[in-house]
C-alpha cells in the first residue's frame, strides 16, 4: 500500500551512512524530522548536510550489537543500512522488538516499506511507481517514461488549481457546515470559468477575493 509518510517531528536512527544510506538521509533531510545517524563511517556526500541547520546528529561508531537502539527514545523508524547483512538482520529483529518501523536496506522481505520512484512536480504534486521490491530498475525505467510524457497531461494550471484548493478548504469549514456542499463548492471552483481564466492570467489575489465573496454570498443566500 502506498501511503505518504508525515515525519514531521518525528526521530529517524539510520545505522550504516554508507553510499546508499547517504541517499536515505538526504530523502529525509526536507522531512522536518530529526535524524540520528550511527555509522563507523559516513559518506562524504553527507558532509554538506552535517553542518547545516538540518537536525542531524552524527555518532561515528562501529557496532557491534543491535541493542544500540535502546540507547534513544522515541525512535519512529529504524533504517538497517549498514553494507553487514547479518548486522543488519539483527538490527531488524531487535526494532520489531520493540514495535518500532523498520527499513532494511538489503533485504526488502524483511523491511516495513520501500522507497518508490518518485516523480515531483513543482514540489506540489508527487507521483510514486512501485514494484514492492520486485524490481527497482524497471521502476525507474518506468518512471522515466512516465516523466517525458506527462508534461502533457499535468501542468501549472493543475498546480495553481491545488495551491487555490488550499486556499478554499481553509476557509470553506468556516462557511459552509455540511460536508456535501462543502464538496459541491470545491468541485465548482474547477468548473468556473472566470476563476480558471484568472489563473491562466496568474491573478491569485482575485481568484482567493473571488471565493471569500462567493462564500460570503452563499451564507447570504442560506438566508442567515
Ligand atoms: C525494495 C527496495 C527497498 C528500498 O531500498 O527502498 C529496493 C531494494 C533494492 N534495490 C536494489 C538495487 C537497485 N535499486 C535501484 C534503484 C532504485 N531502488 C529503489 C527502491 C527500492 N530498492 C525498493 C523497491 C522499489 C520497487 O520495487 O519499486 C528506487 C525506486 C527508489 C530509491 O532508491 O529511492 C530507485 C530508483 C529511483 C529512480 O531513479 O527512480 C537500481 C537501479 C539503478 O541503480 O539504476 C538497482 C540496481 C538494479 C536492480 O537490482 O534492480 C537492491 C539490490 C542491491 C544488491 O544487488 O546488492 C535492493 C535490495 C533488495 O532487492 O533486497
Ligand atoms: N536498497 C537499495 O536500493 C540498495 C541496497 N544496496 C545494499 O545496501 C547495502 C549498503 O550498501 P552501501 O551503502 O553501498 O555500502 P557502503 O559500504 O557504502 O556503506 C556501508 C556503511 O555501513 C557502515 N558500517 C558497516 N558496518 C558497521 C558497523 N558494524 N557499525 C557501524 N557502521 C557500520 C560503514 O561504515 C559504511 O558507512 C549493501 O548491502 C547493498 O547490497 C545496494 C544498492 C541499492
Redesign the pocket.
Known sequence: MIVDLNLKGRNILV????????KRIKSLSNQDCKIII??????ESLYEIEGKNTPIIIIR????DPNIIDEFSDIFIVFA?????F??KKIIARAKEKGILSYS??DASSSDFF?TSIINIDETIQIAISTSGKS?LMSKIIRDRIENAIKNIIGKKDTDNIKIQEFAREHVRNYIKNQHERRMFLYSLVDDQEIQELVAKNNMNKVKERIINTLDKWEDNKGR
Do not use: C, H
Not at 550511527?38 to 559518506?43: D, G, H, K, P
Not at 561508531?61 to 557491534?64: C, L, S
Open positions: 545505522i550504516g551512512a554508507g553510499m546508499e544510506g547517504a550511527v555509522s563507523e563511517t559516513v559518506n561508531r562501529k557496532i557491534e543500512s549498514t553494507n553487514d547483512p548486522l543488519n536496506m538489503d522507497f527497482p
